[in-house]
């Protein structure tokens, strides 16, 4: 059974700083592997996707990297701002049964603070 | 076309009452998602449609709830004799699959959700 946990839970930075989230899975057999925010009360908006065969992605100040031979992928925030704080939600895409099913681990909560 | 839509935003109802969430998609997505978001967890899958045919239900899916997604265009997600266990956020998404010719990756387009309180 395919399991996503993401370290930490929590993280407070102030503005300015670069940070890492983590995200780990227990099956390296997957389909891609998405990166999205969300802010509290609201639905999901994705940032980035990773296909099994690509190492990482990058958007504005997010890169995203995949290693599948170890189960991990990381989301690098640069220059981090007050407008970043939100949950980041790493979600696995095993496409069984003829679709994407999307293993979505608990979140990380990032506060940046001026 | 905006994205996905989902509706009501916030829905507050008594134990025991019944409950219907509407799903809008992004127009001629033809798969449809629900996922359920319980406080401080990831979203968990519910079940999905591919244009009105509903291919699989999760075990989180107990007999009191039922999806539909009659002509292939909206869902309807409804929950009967609402439980306390029942509150959560409910997610609809949407994805374009299996254009001829085209790449496609499956990829889910989220809406805002609709939070329920079962009090």
């Known amino acids: 059974k395919q399991e996503v946990t993401q370290i930490p839970a929590a993280l407070s930075v102030p503005e300015g700083e670069n940070l890492v989230l983590n995200c780990s899975f227990t099956?390296?057999?997957?389909?891609?592997l998405q990166w999205f925010r969300q802010d509290p009360g609201k639905g999901l908006t994705s940032l980035l996707l990773?296909?099994?065969?690509?190492r990482e992605q990058t958007s504005g100040r997010l890169n995203a990297s995949l290693d599948k031979s170890s189960g991990r992928s990381t989301l690098y925030i640069a220059a981090s701002q007050p407008g970043d704080s939100a949950t980041y939600l790493c979600?696995?895409?095993?496409?069984?049964?003829?679709?994407?099913?999307?293993?979505f681990g608990a979140g990380t909560r990032l506060a940046v603070h001026p | 076309d905006t994205g996905v839509s989902q509706d009501p935003r916030h829905k507050i109802t008594k134990r025991g009452q019944n409950v219907t969430f509407r799903c809008d998609p992004i127009?001629?997505?033809?798969?449809l998602y629900w996922y359920r978001q319980t406080l401080g967890q990831g979203p968990e899958f519910l079940t999905y449609?591919?244009?009105?045919?509903?291919?699989?239900k999760s075990r989180l899916l107990s007999d009191r709830f039922s999806a539909e997604r009659p002509k292939g265009s909206f869902s309807t997600l409804e929950i009967q004799r609402t439980e306390q266990g029942d509150s959560a956020m409910y997610l609809c998404?949407?994805?374009?699959?299996?254009?001829?010719?085209?790449?496609?990756?499956?990829?889910?387009?989220f809406g805002p959700g609709t939070r329920l309180t079962v009090l």
């Open positions: 998404a949407s994805s374009l699959w299996g254009l001829a010719g085209a790449t496609s990756t499956d990829t889910q387009y």
């Open positions: 099956d390296s057999a997957i389909y891609n």
């Open positions: 990773i296909q099994s065969s690509q």
């Open positions: 979600a696995v895409g095993l496409f069984s049964g003829g679709y994407n099913k999307l293993i």
């Open positions: 127009s001629e997505h033809n798969r």
């Open positions: 449609f591919q244009n009105e045919a509903q291919l699989e």
